[in-house]
């Protein structure tokens, strides 16, 4: 049985995973890992070196020259390859088009989920992905799986692509990366997207941030120490 606390937050792309997760830990004062900028930076390695995801061995290699690291302001967190800071530039859509290709392959997983275990082995954590309640920390006490109408998911991502000075990528464009990227997550071989059978459904669609924020708190409140 874990000492520490882990929060688990699953769910589809665009659902809110991330802005529940740091609300949370900024809140209860814990520590906030976004798995999901990791797969997002190794991609950025390999779009960036031209690396063959079908081949291996040249995946193997690239994982040996890539080092993150993560830094926090005011809850947020920064993600930096090979002390680059990457935290805006893995958000764009060469990467977006191409993280759940590279977030499938075992090799890469493998190590991904290596290194997020060591960071949740003591400390009291918030973490988001697409396994962490199923794969990375099954026996995490808390487990959400996050969900929100498609077509809602795709208007947020639009307007937060906009507010960063995106103007090329279109709404269309976003729904279909979407559907393409709901399709691979919850269809892969390695760790598909799954609800763990002991993950509480929060469906955003209608929520504010401030309403779903209320409705984890609450159960979260019911594992906290009295």
């Known amino acids: 049985m874990r000492k520490n606390l882990v929060i688990a937050i699953d769910g589809y792309s665009s659902c809110g995973k991330s802005t529940l997760a740091k609300a949370l830990a900024k809140k209860l004062g814990f520590i906030y890992i976004d798995s999901g900028s990791m797969y997002r930076a190794v991609t950025l390695f390999f779009i960036r070196n031209k690396v063959d ?7 193997k290699d690239a994982l040996q ?5 993560f830094h926090s302001r005011d809850y947020e967190s920064h993600i ?22 590279v977030s499938a392959n075992k090799i890469v997983r493998k190590e991904m989920v290596k290194q997020q275990q060591r960071m949740g082995k003591s400390k009291n954590i918030v973490m988001d992905g697409r396994d962490i309640g199923t794969t990375v920390f099954a026996d995490a006490q808390v487990k959400f799986f996050m969900t929100a109408d498609p077509k809602i998911r795709a208007e947020r991502r639009f307007k937060e692509l906009q507010s960063k000075g995106d103007t ?3 709404l269309e ?5 979407l559907a393409h990227r709901d399709y691979a997550d919850t ?3 390695e760790s598909p997207l799954t609800r763990a059978e002991d993950a509480i459904i929060l469906d955003n669609t209608e929520l504010t941030q401030e309403e779903q924020l209320d409705f984890a708190l609450e159960q979260v409140h ?5």
């Open 53 to 59: 995801i079908s081949d291996p061995e040249a995946v």
């Open 173 to 177: 464009d976003v729904f279909e990366n």
């Open 65 to 69: 020259h890539i080092e993150l690291n």
């Open 187 to 189: 269809t892969r071989a």
């Open 168 to 170: 090329i990528t279109s």
């Open 222 to 226: 019911q594992h906290l120490p009295v």
């Open 80 to 101: 930096t390859l090979n002390g680059e800071e990457v935290s805006e530039e893995i958000r764009q859509m060469p990467v977006s088009e191409n993280v759940s290709e």
